[in-house]
């Protein structure tokens, strides 16, 4: 479990853990999926000389609480107690299903800008039967307990084989990985919840006010991903562009799914920076 210093009390009395670097302006950091905040923690560095940056975990993730039931307005709600805790305005960086919470806060949050990466929308009737399987089979393991099946179904979703879950497991036990990912295997359930069962809200979107970043890898090259179409995140990021009234699209070359902040902190840094 990735351990933080720092402690934030959401609305609802939820304990969000988060960790704090740098001066100037404050920059939140938003996982995504199976993320405590360990994924965006090699940002901070490439933004904490110009930014105060903000790394929290998401409620039921890592060191954070969680409280029943489940709501996307509690989630909202842990984005604005860190807000308010950095004094009351802040950027937004959302990765993968991080993006697609960041843009859910855009309406009612004190947020300045916001930048996206790679976030997991569903374009196109190619993959949209897959994506309602995915949904209803995770709900049903998740509702009969079976969390380290719902782990399963999100990895076979992006193309991992039976083989490649076998030997994940069997390595991951020789550590506490494999029961670290089981642990946040329910928040998968949750994801699909405000990210509108992976469809793009698009009245919703049409209505964010502030410049957003829309930043993308190119196509699809790791072995853990071969199960999605190559342009899968191209897709997302090009409706999104188009639906936002103030975007910015850019594709960076050749970043894994998970973000390098040698690659995209610069990028950030100068968005992040300008005015608008």
Do not use: C
Request: charged share 25%.
């Amino acid at each position: 479990m990735n351990e933080m210093d720092f402690r934030v009390t959401s609305n609802d009395g939820t304990t969000i853990a988060y960790d704090r670097k740098g001066s100037g302006p404050a920059v939140v950091l938003v996982g995504g999926a199976l993320d405590d905040g360990a994924e965006n923690a090699p940002l901070v560095p490439a933004l904490a000389e110009h930014f105060t940056v903000y790394n929290y975990a998401r409620r039921g993730r890592g060191a954070s609480g969680f409280t029943e039931p489940y709501a996307v307005e509690r989630e909202i709600e842990d984005l604005d107690a860190l807000i308010a805790e950095a004094g009351g305005s802040a950027h937004l960086f959302g990765a993968s299903s991080g993006g697609a919470l960041a843009l859910e806060a855009a309406a009612g949050s004190a947020i300045d800008t916001i930048a996206v990466w790679e976030v997991p929308y569903a374009v196109g009737d190619d993959i949209r039967p897959r994506f309602e399987e995915y949904i209803a089979d995770t709900r049903h393991a998740f509702d009969a307990g079976r969390d380290e099946e719902v782990l399963e179904l999100f990895m076979r979703l992006s193309g991992a084989s039976d083989d490649n879950i076998a030997a994940r497991k069997a390595a991951g036990k020789q550590t506490s990985h494999w029961a670290d990912s089981v642990a946040l295997a329910p928040t998968l359930v949750h994801d699909s919840v405000f990210h509108n069962r992976y469809q793009l809200p698009t009245d919703r979107l049409a209505t964010v006010t502030q410049p957003v970043l829309v930043t993308t890898g190119g196509p699809i090259t790791v072995p853990y991903m071969a199960g999605l179409p190559s342009d899968f995140f191209d897709r997302a990021a090009d409706e999104l562009a188009d639906l936002l009234p103030h975007a910015q699209r850019e594709t960076l070359d050749g970043p894994d799914h998970v973000v390098d902040p040698q690659t995209i902190g610069p990028l950030l840094l100068r968005f992040f920076s300008s005015e608008h």
